[in-house]
């Protein structure tokens, strides 16, 4: 059975930093993009961040870029975000989520329908 589950989240102040985790078991990822989306209240889900199976190419949404950095380690089957400069409007509940498609070179899908495994997330408060 394959699991994902997230990390890390929590409260924190604005502009500062939080580090989240998201440790897969059941299947290995390290031939397959990984994803961050967060779904702040009333709102709909969306990306904030995205990588290819070998961590070479990235995706971040406009408003996290330079702020967020996502990262994976293959050998422990996890993916990071770090979160840098964190803003009152970053809260929202953040989840990870794994393909199980192969994609030929560095194509980095970024629809959520195109992700088939997800965790449970991870909130993060950000208070101003």
């Known amino acids: 059975q394959v699991q994902l589950v997230e990390s890390g989240g929590g409260l924190v102040q604005a502009g500062g930093s939080l580090r989240l985790s998201c440790a897969a078991s059941?299947?290995?990822?390290?031939?397959?993009?990984m994803a961050w989306f967060r779904r702040a209240p009333e709102k709909e889900r969306d990306i904030v961040a995205a990588i290819n199976w070998s961590g070479e190419t990235t995706y971040y949404e406009d408003s996290v870029k330079g702020r967020f950095t996502v990262s994976k380690d293959n050998a422990l089957n996890t993916m990071y975000l770090h979160m840098h400069s964190l803003k009152p409007e970053d809260t929202a509940v953040y989840a990870c989520a794994a393909t199980g498609r192969y994609y030929t070179g560095n194509y980095l899908p970024l629809d959520q329908n195109e992700y088939d495994y997800w965790g449970q997330g991870t909130q993060v408060t950000v208070s101003s």
């Open positions: 059941g299947r290995t990822f390290s031939h397959f993009p």
